[in-house]
């Protein structure tokens, strides 16, 4: 850990409270100029960080800088773990950890970015990641699942947050199948799941599981603005709110890495999904088939039935409510 990251964990440790220059010195062994150097730059680098004298140097609580030392203070159990590689600004995390993964990358190592330039979701679109509003990360997993099951890591993926954007909001979410997830008829987050196959075994050599979402998001572009949406309309100011949910998130996927093969977490999807029991459209192609959504099932597929009456288990697609 450099100079300037030991600064600032004491400061997140201290977050409100002024701290010395001299006892800052002194705590990292350095010289005071080598102190107010290196403040000097985490105030460039957007940090509210006040310097009064006879005082010291003050972390403010509302200062939302998403870095190691401001998410790890929130993080439990195995999630203390975690690796965090955060950039200023990346074309997609998840091309990232793929590339990361595919190199030997650990369980658990989270590519976080404050803005993403070419973000992507499913079905090849992209997702709009526009810096200082949202929260942009990928994580590599290595779960023991085969291809078969490899959507319920989508489905953890998505109750995780759901659960994290309620807990620290106290907004109700709902999820879409099989990966956004939404807050007043709005989407908020999207989850892209991507992995690759190990052709010896059948199984996956690793996963990234990607995940964007609008924090405080107000400005869309035209051809999503009627449908997408934010957590808040404007953040909390006196906490450090997006580190919080990230935290919250990274706690509840790492409890559920053990766990994926036993469903636990089935029935709280099925509970938040807004598409069981509605009318729908299924996109195959350059085909638009009407439905009904009637379940979710134990593989997290969709159970869809046409208008014909026959019924289909859908691993994959794109579906859509449909106006009666």
Same mark, same amino acid.
Do not use: H
């Given at each position: 850990?450099?100079?300037?990251?030991?600064?600032?964990?004491?400061?997140?440790?201290?977050?409100? /409270?002024?701290?010395?220059?001299?006892?800052?010195?002194?705590?990292?062994?350095?010289?005071?100029?080598?102190?107010?150097?290196?403040?000097?730059?985490?105030?460039?680098?957007?940090?509210?960080?006040?310097?009064?004298?006879?005082?010291?140097?003050?972390?403010?609580?509302?200062?939302?800088?998403?870095?190691?030392?401001?998410?790890?203070?929130?993080?439990?159990?195995?999630?203390?773990?975690?690796?965090?590689?955060?950039?200023?600004?990346?074309? =997609?995390?998840?091309?990232?950890?793929?590339?990361?993964? =595919?190199?030997?990358? /650990?369980?658990?190592?989270?590519?976080?970015?404050?803005?993403?330039?070419?973000?992507?979701?499913?079905?090849?679109?992209?997702?709009?990641?526009?810096?200082?509003?949202?929260?942009?990360?990928?994580?590599?997993?290595?779960?023991?699942?085969?291809?078969?099951? =490899?959507?319920?890591?989508?489905?953890?993926?998505?109750?995780?947050?759901?659960?994290?954007?309620?807990?620290?909001?106290?907004?109700?979410?709902?999820?879409?199948?099989?990966?956004?997830?939404?807050?007043?008829?709005?989407?908020?987050?999207?989850?892209?799941?991507?992995?690759?196959?190990?052709?010896?075994?059948?199984?996956?050599?690793?996963?990234?599981?990607?995940?964007?979402?609008?924090?405080?998001?107000?400005?869309?572009?035209?051809?999503? /603005?009627?449908?997408?949406?934010?957590?808040?309309?404007?953040?909390?100011?006196?906490?450090?709110?997006?580190?919080?949910?990230?935290?919250?998130?990274?706690?509840?996927?790492?409890?559920?890495?053990?766990?994926?093969?036993?469903?636990?977490?089935?029935?709280?999807?099925?509970?938040?999904?807004?598409?069981?029991?509605?009318?729908?459209?299924?996109?195959?192609?350059?085909?638009?088939?009407?439905?009904?959504?009637?379940?979710?099932?134990?593989?997290?597929?969709?159970?869809?039935?046409?208008?014909?009456?026959?019924?289909?288990?859908?691993?994959?697609?794109?579906?859509?409510?449909?106006?009666?």
């Amino acid at each position: 850990m450099d100079i300037k990251e030991s600064i600032l964990k004491v400061l997140e440790n201290n977050r409100g /409270k002024s701290i010395s220059g001299t006892k800052l010195a002194n705590e990292l062994s350095v010289t005071r100029s080598a102190i107010w150097k290196n403040i000097k730059q985490l105030q460039e680098e957007g940090y509210k960080i006040t310097a009064v004298n006879n005082r010291g140097y003050c972390l403010l609580p509302e200062n939302d800088i998403i870095s190691p030392q401001s998410i790890k203070p929130y993080l439990k159990g195995q999630a203390r773990d975690f690796i965090f590689d955060i950039r200023q600004s990346v074309t =997609s995390t998840n091309t990232l950890a793929k590339e990361m993964a =595919s190199k030997g990358a /650990k369980e658990g190592t989270v590519i976080i970015a404050r803005e993403q330039t070419e973000g992507r979701g499913r079905m090849g679109r992209s997702f709009y990641s526009p810096a200082n509003t949202g929260i942009y990360f990928s994580i590599i997993l290595r779960p023991k699942l085969t291809i078969e099951d =490899s959507l319920l890591i989508t489905t953890s993926a998505a109750v995780a947050v759901a659960d994290a954007i309620e807990e620290v909001s106290g907004s109700k979410t709902q999820i879409k199948w099989v990966n956004d997830i939404y807050v007043s008829d709005k989407k908020v987050c999207g989850i892209l799941t991507e992995a690759s196959l190990n052709f010896e075994n059948g199984g996956l050599e690793y996963a990234v599981v990607g995940i964007g979402i609008n924090i405080n998001t107000d400005i869309f572009p035209d051809d999503i /603005k009627t449908i997408a949406g934010s957590v808040f309309e404007s953040k909390p100011k006196d906490i450090p709110i997006t580190s919080i949910l990230l935290a919250n998130i990274i706690n509840n996927i790492a409890s559920s890495m053990g766990s994926l093969t036993d469903k636990r977490y089935l029935d709280e999807y099925k509970r938040r999904s807004f598409l069981i029991g509605k009318p729908i459209v299924v996109f195959k192609g350059k085909d638009k088939l009407t439905a009904k959504a009637i379940d979710i099932d134990d593989k997290a597929r969709l159970l869809v039935e046409y208008d014909d009456g026959s019924l289909e288990a859908l691993q994959s697609g794109e579906v859509s409510v449909r106006a009666v």
